[in-house]
């Protein structure tokens, strides 16, 4: 049978960052992996991220959205058996930030997917500078991330102090008890700087499995606030575009951002930004897509696009 991992997270906590080590640690012991993007959204940036992985030992796939979530769900239990027929040692799986993780489970229980996977591991990937002034919806989200978790790993260690590890592992406590969720949540938690990981790391992930626990589920995924507003080929400047994503994440008139992302090109080479209420970072890139994602409660598209067409 064939394992297959989930790697769940908050909106830009890092997960396509990680996903590229943990891929690589399976290729590099001659494993063929495949990596499946699961996004809700019509544009899949984070697959361009990965590009640099495709080879003889890992192909990329995608779900793409653009429908309601019934659809979406047939699609992604349709590449899966695509995929189940492919040869793959190790299938992983990178969901949009807003993914429900009870939809991977129902999937893969499923004739015919039960006869070809087995569930590996549930990895949640949390930014270690996790704000502390979430909005009750994301807390229970961010708890939905954690109810399934066999390891919990910290991202951007690096950045920050002891206090503020400690201050993220007790909002990721609070978040449980909110949301009813029983489980000892220090226990899971990998805090380590991924720069400094070694195979014997790797090897715990990669062995850390996944756990049944019940929770106050206060989102689905059909009636969430949280909403992916997409606009292709927005005029964008290299020059205006960290200014233009700063007004927008701290006016509420054009709703709750928390995180934006896509590219741009400029004098023919190509831009990918990604930004959240923290850091903003800006890449050149071989190739990309002329689009522009925002992601946040209570969005006002249309004036995000007014104001981004200026």
Known sequence: MIKVDLITGFLG???TTFLKKYAKYFMDQ???????????????????????????????????????????????????????????????????????????FDSLRD???????????VITI???????NLSDDSDYFLASQIANAGIIVLSRTQLVDSNQITATINHLKDAAEKAKLKKDVSSLIMNKS????????FEKIASSGYSMSSYVKKL???????????FIELPMKKSSIKSKI?????????????????????????????????????????????????IGEDLNDKKIKAFMEE
């Open 30 to 104: 001659g494993q063929r992996v495949g990596i499946l993007e699961n996004d809700y959204g019509a544009v899949n940036v984070d697959m361009l991220l990965l590009n640099d992985l495709r080879g003889d030992k890992c192909e990329l796939e995608m779900v793409a959205g653009g429908c309601d979530a019934d659809c979406h769900r047939r699609r992604f239990k349709t590449k899966l058996i695509s995929m189940g027929m492919s040869g793959y040692d190790r299938v992983i799986i990178e969901p949009s930030g807003i993914f429900d993780v009870d939809e991977f």
């Open 220 to 230: 689905g995924t059909d009636d969430a606030m949280y909403k992916t507003v997409y």
């Open 13 to 15: 906590s890092g997960k």
């Open 246 to 294: 700063d007004k927008l994440m701290t006016d509420t008139s054009y709703g709750k951002i928390l995180r934006a992302k896509g590219f741009f090109k400029e004098d023919d080479v190509w831009y990918q930004f990604n930004a959240t209420t923290q850091e903003f970072e800006l890449t050149e890139m071989t190739v990309g897509q002329e689009v522009f994602i925002v």
């Open 194 to 201: 991924w720069d400094d990981f070694t195979e014997a790391d």
């Open 126 to 132: 949390v930014d270690a500078r996790l704000e502390d």
């Open 111 to 121: 004739e015919p997917l039960d006869r070809w996977y087995e569930i590996g591991n």
